[in-house]
C-alpha cells in the first residue's frame, strides 16, 4: 500500500474536554472508541479558554499533567496540547481544522457525549463542524436515540456508561478525600497528583 493509500485509510479520534480532572469514565470511554471505531490515533484535548463554562477552569498546566497520567500515550493516544497553547476561546471547528490540514485525507472522528451532542447547535460554527469531523457520540444502551442534526445522524458509540462527573471529583477534593478515596474516582496516578498538588481545597473552589 503507497503512502497516500495509507493517509487515505487513517481514522484519526478527536477528543475534547476540560479534563478538571480527567476520570475514570473518560479512560473507559478512549479505551472503547480506540476498540471499537478501529482508530490509528487519538487525540487527547485539553480545553484551553472555555466558552461555555461559567466556572474558570483549573490552570492547564495541571489539567495537561493530569492528562498525561490518565491516558497512556503512544502511536495511538496523543494528548494534544494545541488549544492550550491558543491565545482566546477554544473552538472545537479550529481544532478541527488545523487537525484537518496535519491529516488532509485521513476521516476524522469527533468523539462526543450524548449531552455534548444536544448542545451542539449551540457551538460556534458548528455546521464546520459536521462538515470537518464524523461525530460519534457515546451511547448508553437503552437511552433514546440521539436526535439528527442539521440532516446528520451521529454515528453511535455503545458503552456501560460509569456515573462519575469531574463535578463529584472536585467536590471529594473539596471535602478532604484522599488518595485512596479519591483513586476509586480517577486513576491512583491522578488522585497522587490532586491530593500532591492540593488541588480544589482552596476558598471558594467550584
Not at 103 to 127: K, T
Request: charged fraction near 15%; include cysteine; charge should be positive.
Amino acid at each position: 500500500m503507497n503512502a497516500a493509500a495509507v493517509a487515505a485509510s487513517m481514522r484519526v479520534g478527536v477528543f475534547g474536554g476540560a479534563f478538571d480532572p480527567p476520570h475514570r469514565g473518560h479512560g473507559a470511554l478512549v479505551e472503547q472508541a480506540l476498540r471499537q471505531l478501529a482508530l490509528t490515533r487519538l487525540h487527547v484535548v485539553p480545553t484551553g479558554q472555555a466558552w461555555h463554562k461559567a466556572r474558570a477552569l483549573t490552570c492547564g498546566a495541571h489539567r495537561l499533567a493530569m492528562c498525561r497520567l490518565a491516558f497512556a500515550e503512544g502511536p495511538a493516544v496523543q494528548i494534544d496540547e494545541r488549544e492550550l497553547r491558543r491565545s482566546g476561546p477554544s473552538y472545537t471547528v479550529d481544532t478541527l481544522t488545523e487537525l484537518r490540514t496535519l491529516y488532509p485525507d485521513a476521516e476524522l472522528i469527533l468523539l462526543m457525549g450524548a449531552d455534548q451532542w444536544a448542545a451542539l447547535p449551540s457551538w460556534h460554527r458548528w455546521r464546520d463542524v459536521l462538515a470537518l469531523a464524523t461525530p460519534v457520540v457515546a451511547h448508553r444502551p437503552g437511552a433514546p436515540q440521539p436526535a439528527a442534526l442539521h440532516g446528520v445522524a451521529p454515528h453511535l458509540l455503545p458503552w456501560a456508561a460509569l456515573d462519575l462527573s469531574s463535578t463529584a471529583v472536585r467536590a471529594a477534593a473539596a471535602a478532604g478525600a484522599g488518595v485512596a478515596e479519591l483513586a476509586r474516582l480517577v486513576p491512583l496516578a491522578v488522585a497522587r497528583y490532586i491530593v500532591d498538588h492540593g488541588l480544589y481545597r482552596s476558598a471558594g473552589q467550584p
